[in-house]
């Protein structure tokens, strides 16, 4: 009989009629006579290394600043594209007006902000808005994949950008 593949396991065997344990090599001779049941066992892969990339996508026309950007989690030969939970995170040093700090003239007040925002993968990839609330300065855009089934959780490269 022909071995099946299922995504995400390997083929451990036939069980069935006639047969004593899983085995992967079963021949049904010709003139056989009579109900055969055979049941095919399967063995799950260890979860696999999410790669995970992030592209920002560049400006639309007629935008000040970019709006969206790709996260890709990577597909391992053997097992079903990646789903499910991803974060993307922004932060950022940027010139802001602190709270019950007076202000005196000349000085700049830098704080860092972190803003985040979640979307769901699907067929290993997602294309999302950025986290909404970024001011002008420099940004370092980062994305986590939670993991799924099958795929061991994961962060991408941090990629750098700049809001006018």
Known sequence: M???TRLGYSFAGWTGTGLDRADTNVTVDAGTKGALTFTAT????PKAKASVSLKVAPKAKGKKNATHATVTVSTVRGYAKAGGKVKLTATGKVVKRVKGVKRVKGVKRTVTVTRSRTATVKNGTVKMKLPSGLAKGAWK????FAGDGQHRPGDSKTVKLTRK
């Open 141 to 144: 855009v980062k994305a986590s």
């Open 2 to 4: 022909k071995n099946p």
């Open 42 to 45: 399967w063995k799950a892969l």
